[in-house]
């Protein structure tokens, strides 16, 4: 399954397009622009098992600097910066790491 079976390839494209600028990224916007926060709790699962790339149930801070690019081969990566803080307000019991459940709620607080 890729992202396009379960997101709008032109709504990906602009929200991609919107966060170019390094540390421009902010999740609550892009979920919305890329119409995730629309979809239902079972296609938000989807979508983070596509982005878990090591499938370890977990999407560690290292997959997390290449968010991006799991929406779109030819986004940029996230900087050091934009990854640290998507993962302390995605990482809700402070093991380092977003499961499929704190992936969801950082969804759907967008």
Same mark, same amino acid.
């Given at each position: 399954?890729?992202?396009?079976?379960?997101?709008?390839?032109?709504?990906?494209?602009?929200?991609?397009?919107?966060?170019?600028?390094?540390?421009?990224?902010?999740?609550?916007?892009?979920?919305?622009?890329?119409?995730?926060?629309?979809?239902?709790?079972?296609?938000?699962k989807k979508v983070f098992h596509i982005l =878990? *790339? #090591?499938?370890? /149930?977990? !999407?560690?801070?290292d997959e997390l600097g290449f968010i991006l690019?799991?929406?779109?081969?030819e986004a940029r990566d996230l900087s050091m910066?934009?990854?640290?803080?998507?993962?302390?307000?995605? =990482? *809700? #019991?402070?093991? /380092?790491? !977003?499961?499929?459940?704190?992936?969801?709620?950082?969804?759907?607080?967008?």
């Amino acid at each position: 399954m890729s992202m396009t079976d379960l997101l709008n390839a032109e709504d990906i494209k602009k929200a991609v397009g919107a966060f170019t600028a390094v540390d421009s990224f902010d999740h609550k916007k892009f979920f919305q622009m890329v119409g995730l926060k629309k979809k239902s709790p079972d296609d938000v699962k989807k979508v983070f098992h596509i982005l =878990d *790339k #090591d499938k370890s /149930g977990f !999407i560690e801070e290292d997959e997390l600097g290449f968010i991006l690019k799991g929406f779109s081969p030819e986004a940029r990566d996230l900087s050091m910066k934009e990854t640290k803080t998507l993962m302390a307000a995605g =990482d *809700k #019991d402070g093991d /380092g790491k !977003i499961g499929v459940d704190e992936f969801s709620s950082l969804v759907a607080e967008s």
